[in-house]
């Protein structure tokens, strides 16, 4: 847990959507950036799938385009701001508790029913450590197999050698999760010393993608990519890291702000990111034609704070556990279960539950969360503030078929 004297708790923050949470003239004066990134990561590709946008924008009971989903509901790492961690859920590093891995019967169905109703993609990036699951590696091969876009984000401990060919066929990206560029810092960020564990995944990956030439079976290469969580133990780390990230051949390396409780249990330094422009700009000075270095200014620079007053998101993007719990977000893994749980992919297809009174209702009841008491900075941000923009029309419809979409197509254009 980070133990940042300044942080903000959620009724300290500004009403969600008012213009004191609009802090926008500031960032102006600071020389704040702008990502320019191919993955559109710092905000949202809604642009590309506006069919699903107009069905939303009629208040259609519309399918996810994006889930979230974990297969395991612990980890071997103790990250110190990790949400895992800091919420005390079983399975994690130095927490009591059994970890439990959803089967493979389980995963594969789960994506067989998402591709049957028009899910885009899903993203295995929660709830725990999802290599530890050995159902992990036959499954995306399914995925593959049924051309589904699949995912993954990984500390990258666990990944070995004969994994890599698995990886590197069936998933679009892979992005481990690296917040330090040194053994000491690593140990002292990430509670384990995985750092040479981690860059001999590193190594395999890269040598697996240009040496051996494992590709997915439409001829794209796996994107391989670090991404780092600043916090007020590594923001030392943050040129290094992108340094590294170059020297060792990987695709991009992301730097994000750090997701905090709504009562500020981890300390998220949303102010002390503001004095960091010069940084982060020095850090961006290290992409050059094959490898970028993203810095996510919306988020680093809006100070836990939401400039929105609803969450629609999660119309959009749902997420669910790895004991196959399924929610609006993560948020919600170890917070009143009860009031927002949707149904269980153990119990029944995602289908029916998508389809279910259940789902909808926790749907609308989203709408009564005052999203100050949200996680900061949460999944659904960026597809918040365009359908918060959207809704805030006149007529929706008309304004969604005058968004301009751009002239290049983003990589990963499903993984909205």
Same mark, same amino acid.
């Given at each position: 847990?980070?133990?940042?004297?300044?942080?903000?708790? $959620?009724?300290?923050?500004?009403?969600?959507?008012?213009?004191?949470?609009?802090?926008?003239?500031?960032?102006?004066?600071?020389?704040w950036?702008?990502?320019?990134?191919?993955?559109?990561?710092?905000?949202?590709?809604?642009?590309?799938?506006?069919?699903?946008?107009?069905?939303?924008?009629?208040?259609?009971?519309?399918?996810?385009?994006?889930?979230?989903?974990?297969?395991?509901?612990?980890?071997?790492?103790?990250?110190?701001?990790?949400? $895992?961690?800091?919420?005390?859920?079983?399975?994690?590093?130095?927490?009591?508790?059994?970890?439990?891995?959803?089967?493979?019967?389980?995963?594969?169905?789960?994506?067989?029913?998402?591709?049957?109703?028009?899910?885009?993609?899903?993203?295995?990036?929660?709830?725990?450590?999802?290599?530890?699951?050995?159902?992990?590696y036959?499954?995306?091969?399914?995925?593959?197999?049924?051309?589904?876009?699949?995912?993954?984000?990984?500390?990258?401990?666990?990944?070995?050698?004969?994994?890599i060919?698995?990886?590197?066929?069936?998933?679009?990206?892979?992005?481990?999760?690296?917040?330090?560029?040194?053994?000491?810092?690593?140990?002292?960020?990430?509670?384990?010393?995985?750092?040479?564990?981690?860059?001999?995944?590193?190594?395999?990956?890269?040598?697996?993608? &240009?040496?051996?030439?494992?590709?997915?079976? &439409?001829g794209?290469?796996?994107?391989?990519?670090?991404?780092?969580?600043?916090?007020?133990?590594?923001?030392?780390?943050?040129?290094?890291?992108?340094?590294?990230?170059?020297?060792?051949?990987?695709?991009?390396?992301?730097?994000?702000?750090?997701?905090?409780?709504?009562?500020?249990?981890?300390?998220a330094?949303?102010?002390?990111?503001l004095?960091?422009?010069?940084?982060?700009?020095?850090?961006?000075?290290?992409?050059?034609?094959?490898?970028?270095?993203?810095?996510?200014?919306?988020?680093?620079?809006?100070?836990?704070?939401?400039?929105?007053?609803?969450?629609?998101?999660?119309?959009?993007?749902?997420?669910?556990s790895?004991?196959?719990?399924?929610?609006?977000?993560?948020?919600?893994f170890?917070?009143?279960?009860?009031?927002?749980?949707?149904?269980?992919?153990?119990?029944?297809?995602?289908? &029916?539950?998508?389809?279910?009174?259940?789902?909808?209702?926790?749907?609308?009841?989203?709408?009564?969360?005052?999203?100050?008491?949200?996680?900061?900075?949460?999944?659904?941000?960026g597809? &918040?503030?365009?359908?918060?923009?959207?809704?805030?029309?006149?007529?929706?419809?008309?304004?969604?078929?005058?968004?301009?979409?751009?002239?290049?197509?983003?990589?990963?254009?499903?993984?909205?």
């Amino acid at each position: 847990m980070l133990k940042n004297k300044n942080r903000i708790v $959620g009724d300290q923050r500004p009403l969600s959507g008012s213009q004191e949470a609009d802090n926008s003239t500031q960032l102006k004066e600071l020389g704040w950036g702008v990502s320019k990134d191919r993955y559109r990561m710092d905000s949202n590709k809604l642009l590309w799938h506006k069919d699903r946008l107009k069905d939303w924008a009629n208040m259609k009971k519309i399918v996810p385009m994006h889930i979230d989903m974990g297969i395991a509901t612990g980890c071997n790492l103790g990250c110190h701001f990790c949400y $895992g961690v800091v919420q005390a859920r079983n399975g994690f590093l130095g927490k009591q508790g059994k970890m439990n891995f959803m089967s493979k019967d389980t995963i594969v169905n789960t994506f067989k029913s998402s591709k049957k109703i028009g899910v885009k993609s899903i993203a295995l990036i929660g709830e725990g450590e999802n290599t530890l699951n050995p159902a992990l590696y036959p499954s995306i091969e399914y995925a593959r197999d049924i051309n589904f876009d699949v995912s993954l984000a990984t500390h990258g401990g666990n990944i070995k050698d004969n994994h890599i060919e698995s990886l590197l066929t069936s998933l679009k990206w892979l992005r481990i999760n690296i917040s330090a560029a040194t053994p000491e810092s690593y140990e002292y960020v990430h509670m384990k010393s995985y750092f040479d564990k981690v860059m001999d995944s590193t190594d395999m990956l890269v040598n697996g993608k &240009n040496n051996l030439g494992f590709k997915n079976p &439409n001829g794209d290469k796996t994107t391989i990519g670090f991404q780092m969580v600043i916090t007020d133990r590594n923001m030392d780390q943050i040129v290094p890291l992108a340094k590294l990230g170059k020297e060792k051949g990987i695709d991009y390396t992301v730097l994000k702000a750090c997701s905090d409780t709504p009562d500020g249990r981890l300390g998220a330094p949303d102010k002390e990111y503001l004095e960091l422009v010069d940084v982060f700009k020095e850090a961006e000075s290290h992409s050059d034609d094959n490898y970028q270095v993203i810095v996510r200014w919306q988020k680093l620079g809006n100070m836990g704070n939401k400039d929105y007053c609803k969450c629609h998101g999660t119309k959009m993007i749902i997420a669910i556990s790895g004991d196959g719990t399924v929610f609006p977000c993560g948020h919600w893994f170890a917070i009143e279960r009860e009031r927002f749980a949707m149904g269980n992919v153990n119990e029944e297809t995602l289908e &029916n539950i998508i389809k279910s009174d259940r789902y909808w209702e926790v749907q609308n009841e989203i709408q009564n969360v005052d999203l100050r008491q949200c996680e900061t900075n949460c999944r659904q941000h960026g597809v &918040n503030r365009t359908l918060d923009q959207i809704k805030a029309q006149s007529n929706p419809i008309e304004y969604i078929n005058s968004m301009q979409v751009p002239s290049e197509r983003p990589d990963h254009v499903n993984f909205i």
